[in-house]
Every structure is written in C-alpha cells, then in structure tokens.
C-alpha cells in the first residue's frame, strides 16, 4: 500500500504547474492543465457511466444536454468539451468532473420544480468546472492518496464509498469546501440569468436540497449534501446574487417553465431500479438474479452497490448483510464458507450443510474481532444458486447474540428463489401527478397513492417541508407502482 501512495505522490507531482483562473483571472497553483483537465474527464467519464449507469431516456438526456450546453456557452469556458448525463442513480445529486462533464442524477431531475431549478443544478456545477474546483479537488485527493483505502471484508462498510474511491468514481465525491459552494451558487445564477432562466431557481434549489437528510446513502451515491456542504448561509448569501440578477430584467422576461419542466419528469423512475435488485415492504427482491429476502420487521433495508444492509432503526451494532461472493474458493460449500470467514478473522464456531427452499446452503455461527466494535458473532448462509454464492449474514457483538439468533435464522432461511412470472412482475416505482383534496395531508396522499414513499419524503420530493399542508388544488407529485 505504501508503496501505491508514494507513486501517486510522484505523478502528482509530475502534473504540477502553475495556471491562471479562468474565473478570478489570477495565478494559482494548480496540478493540471486545462489539457490535463480534459483528459481527467474523458478517462473517467466512461467509468462514471458504467458504474452508474446512464438514464435510458434519449429525450430528457437531449433536454438536459439543451440547457446545459446553452449554460456553458455562457460561462467563462464556453470551449470545454461539455457533457450533460442524466445518471440512473435513486440518490439526490449532481457532479462534475474536470474538463466539463457534468451529471446530474434522476433522483434530483424528480426533486426539482421547474427548468430554471435545473439550469440552476447545472449553473451550479459548471461553476466547479469554470472555476477550477474539481480540478483542485481532484489534485487535493491525488495528493492524499486517494484510493489507498482497502474496504473491508463484508462488514457494513465504515467507510461507505471507499469501493467507489477505488474507482474513478471516486473523483465525483470529492468535497468542495464551503467557499467554493458559495461561488459556485453564484456563478451559475449567473450563468443562469445571462440565458434567460429566472436566478431564483437556484434559491429554490439549495431550500429543497436543505431537506434532504444527509444521512440518506443510496446504491454506493453519496447524496448532495455529503459532496456539497450546506452552510445555512448559502441561501442567505446567493438571496443577494438573485435579487441582484432579477433586477436587471422586468420579472415576466425570466423564464422558469415549471409546467414544462414536469412534462418532461412524467413518468420517471424513482428509488430503485429493478436492474440492481428493489426493496418492497421488508423483502428484497431481485428480479434478474430471480431471489428474494425477507428481512424482521420494521427494520430499515439499504440497496447499496456493494451489498443490501438491514438494520433495526436507531441501533448501530446490530445488522443482516448481503452480498454476492466474489471468485469464491473451495472444493465444498462449507470449505468455501470456513475459509472466506478465516480470511476476515473469523473462526467458526459451528455450522452445518443444509438446503434452503431448495438451494445447497451452509449455516454457521463465527466469532471475531471487529475494529471499534470487540467481539462480535457473525451468523452467516453461504448459499450457493444459478452460479452464484451468496453469503447473507446476521453481525452482531457477542453478548447480545442470543437476542437475535432466532431474527438472524429467519432471515437467512427466507432465501428463496422467484420464478421468471414473478420476477416479470417486479417493475419500477415511477413519478406521477395528482390533485391535493381538500382535508388532505401528506400522510392521506402517501396512504391513498400506495404508500411507496414516507410522507415525509413526499413533502420534500414537492419542495415542502415535511411539517406543511399540502395546499388544496395544486397538482403535486406522487409516487406510483407501474401498472
Ligand atoms: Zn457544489
């Protein structure tokens, strides 16, 4: 590992050179180039698409790519190579990579209320390109060694996107500091104003993206607020910019395109993609490796890129994983099982061949030592179905084993395989529109709409605060089963 870190440091250093801000116009010590920049985002940009998956809509991919070109050809850098994607991704966010690629996710395409907020999104992240942020993210990060991290075995990941680090996708989570939030707010209501779009979209903008809980980590996406700090000020701050902005046009000359802008979101998947595996009530089902797991009641499940986590809420300790085993070695099951445990430090305490719901499995009980944890019991099925294994495991620290080895043997027993017919039924939840009534409240749209989301989440998904009313007659958005 050392030695990866220092030849980092050497190429790091063999970039250095000294450039002129294409934003302040003064000297900074910068370790690219612009040409160097370019080529950072080319090489990862393939990779972005790959992991993340890029939204297969030609229509929005054409329209998002319309407003942002448009965005960039009013910045200070109208010649990058500028590329606009909309990434299949359910978490809340934008990114920009070096040289002008620029994504924004269909969880934030669902989030936002009119073609202004999105040109504000993409005003926004261009200003990281045009002002050098990502360029200097991403020298700050080569500098520390950025993909040093090595991830653990299959414990609930402390560090969550360490395996996307390892990644080029590493690159789009870089933190930008609270200064460099701040400009680039600013920059892109102005790029935002110079075209045409009304400036307080990016108002609206950073007071939605304020309700998002940061604590929301989906498919291995960080949301917004972990990759854009949120002072409390920066609504304060870019106020000025937009009443600023607005002033210099009579207010019917600003464009928002609120209806517009939710034509195009009509119909847009939202939360998990059934491609990677859905959560529905407590099971997870996963249409195309056809399985399903059925997960204790009132636990909260994660469908991240790496693994499925469940956890009973508000406990730490406590936590079923599942995840494929990658090249598993050994000539049994139970080999196979004994020796990736001993690889993570864990000895088996007992254990056993068995069938579950048909497919060749192997229980057994280990016990470890787990950093800031002590000693813990892991109870795991290795589970062996259509060419894959499995490995689906209950953690837990010693003492409190017995509380939950019945919870833990449920689970691992609700491994089951789905038919084709099944499995065809597993479709995506999609945005929709209704009418508030009058007496409703968030909680009756959530119930009458088919409860898919919080209603909590629905106030925010509809730029309210989670404690408003919804107001009778406006149309809001919902989410709702495919037919
Ligand atoms: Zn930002």
Redo the contacts with the bound molecule.
Sequence with gaps: MTSSISASALAVLALSACATNPVTGGREFTLMSEAQEIQMGQQSDPEVRAQMGVYPDQALQQYVEGVGMRLAKASQRPDLPWHFSVVDVPAVN?FALPGGYIYITRGLMAHLDSEAEMASVLG??I??VTAR?SARAYTRAASVGIGAAVTSVFFPSAEPYAAAAQTGLGVVFLK?DRN??VQ??RLGAEYVAKVGWAPSGMSGVLETLGRISAAADRRGVPNWLS??PMPEDRVVKVAETVQTLEATRAASEWTVNRDPYWQRINGLIFGDNPREGVVRGREFIHPELRFRVRFPEGWTIENGKQQVAAAPPGVSDVTIVLELVPNPSGSTLEDVAVRSMEKAGFVRLRGEATKLNGLPAYLGVYEGQIENAGIVRVQAAYISYERQMYLLAGVVSRSRHLQYQQLFDDTLRSFAPISTQDAARIKPNRLAFTTVRSGDTWQGVAGRTGGLIPATELAVLNGFAANSQPPVGQRIKIVIASE
């Design positions: 934008a926004h992240e200003g990281h942020h930008y460099q939030e680039s707010d990759t854009h």
